[in-house]
């Protein structure tokens, strides 16, 4: 059961979103195959949409390993084969717990086991003001595994850009071989690649399409500090976004999907790195899910900031650093702090294409 546990997450964690742990489709002939996927789905969900919850977080010995460095909500409807993806940013305030909402997940944790799940869900389901069926929780360890095994993927880089700043697993804390006087004084210092480059690798990236394994893939979705547009979270949304499909459609090629071999590397790679409030009993609907979804039109659901380049949506601002927000730089609602009425009305009418009204605008 483990095994057929873990090949959705695959299908899942490809399906952008779509898919958890599963069936271990080797065992199945084509023409078994294909009966399975003319059955019905019956999967719980909201109106007709079925909605999902993917989270990234570092694990292992990455710092803070249960902060969600990918925070990705994904609403899906079968019938017309469409998959809107909303983008959190990790910075976004949310006053019920006095943080951001990247820290959601390590509180939940910290309280019981399985409860980063249940806050994290809770809190994007308040924010956005969308029902959430399920939730799907990956490590980076995981996601390289994943990504290897199918032989790496094609990502349009959209610009060219350089981070001097992406942190080596491991050396977050590392002395760079200085005394502890030193430290205590370099830790004020406005430049911490200056002062600690132990710490940090140069990463970069030529515009175009590049083939990448899946360590190369993780530097691209994580890096934050690229000089330049490519330096923000709304930036890096934009990326992950990329990698999820392009993540979708390798899995679904024929080289993939009717490998045996590559199904079998697929789960071995992330059997241990994944988390799920999917039941057992509906692994074999999400397998059915990601097959008829496999050629579904993907549109992105933007939450940003005003920009002159771009004309962002304008749903959030960034306010000044004080003790209100734990003298943090933080994201909240254009509205004004915990007042998400702006966001809910905008995603709403974008998973149902509707002609909105301002997306400023309180909902009555």
């Known amino acids: 059961m483990r095994k057929k546990k873990v090949l959705i997450i695959v299908l899942v964690i490809t399906l952008f979103v779509l898919i958890k742990a599963g069936l271990s489709l080797s065992k199945y002939t084509p023409v078994l195959f294909q009966l399975i996927f003319n059955r019905d789905i019956t999967l719980k969900k909201s109106d007709h949409n079925i909605n999902l919850l993917l989270l990234g977080i570092g694990g292992g010995k990455h710092e803070g390993p249960n902060l969600t460095d990918t925070i990705?909500?994904?609403?899906?409807?079968?019938?017309?084969?469409?998959?809107?993806l909303v983008s959190i940013p990790r910075d976004l305030w949310v006053s019920d717990i006095?943080?951001?909402?990247n820290t959601?997940?390590?509180?939940?944790?910290?309280?019981?086991?399985?409860?980063?799940?249940?806050l994290t869900r809770a809190l994007v389901s308040k924010i956005l003001g969308q029902p959430i069926d399920y939730t799907i929780r990956v490590d980076f360890d995981g996601f390289v595994k994943a990504v290897d095994s199918v032989g790496g993927l094609d990502i349009d880089v959209e610009n060219t850009f350089d981070d001097y700043e992406y942190p080596i697993e491991g050396k977050e804390n590392d002395a760079c071989g200085h005394t502890?006087?030193?430290?205590?004084?370099?830790?004020?210092?406005?430049?911490?690649?200056d002062a600690f480059p132990c710490r940090y690798i140069h990463v970069h990236f030529d515009k175009g399409l590049r083939h990448m394994d899946g360590d190369t893939v993780l530097k691209f979705v994580r890096s934050r500090h690229a000089k330049g547009e490519e330096g923000t979270d709304f930036a890096r949304n934009k990326r992950q976004e990329k990698v999820i499909a392009a993540?979708?459609?390798k899995l679904f090629s024929t080289d993939v999907i009717l490998n045996p071999v590559k199904v079998v590397s697929?789960?071995?790679?992330?059997?241990?790195?994944?988390?799920?409030?999917?039941?057992?009993?509906?692994?074999?609907d999400f397998v059915r899910l990601a097959q008829k979804m496999k050629d579904a039109k993907i549109q992105s659901i933007v939450l940003d900031t005003d920009n002159e380049k771009n004309q962002g949506s304008g749903l959030l601002i960034n306010p000044p650093i004080g003790e209100e927000y734990n003298n943090q730089w933080v994201l909240i609602p254009k509205l004004g702090n915990n007042d998400f009425s702006g966001i809910k009305n905008y995603v709403a009418c974008?998973?149902?294409?509707?002609n909105c009204p301002s997306i400023n605008s309180k909902k009555n």
Do not use: C, R, W
Request: no cysteine.
């Open 72 to 84: 990705i909500f994904a609403s899906l409807d079968p019938e017309k084969k469409t998959v809107s």
């Open 98 to 101: 006095d943080g951001k909402i």
């Open 104 to 118: 959601a997940y390590s509180i939940g944790e910290s309280k019981k086991t399985g409860g980063g799940i249940l």
């Open 180 to 193: 502890e006087e030193e430290i205590q004084v370099l830790a004020t210092s406005s430049s911490m690649v």
């Open 247 to 249: 993540f979708k459609n």
């Open 266 to 284: 697929l789960y071995s790679a992330i059997s241990d790195n994944v988390d799920t409030d999917i039941e057992q009993t509906e692994f074999d």
């Open 350 to 354: 974008e998973i149902k294409a509707e």
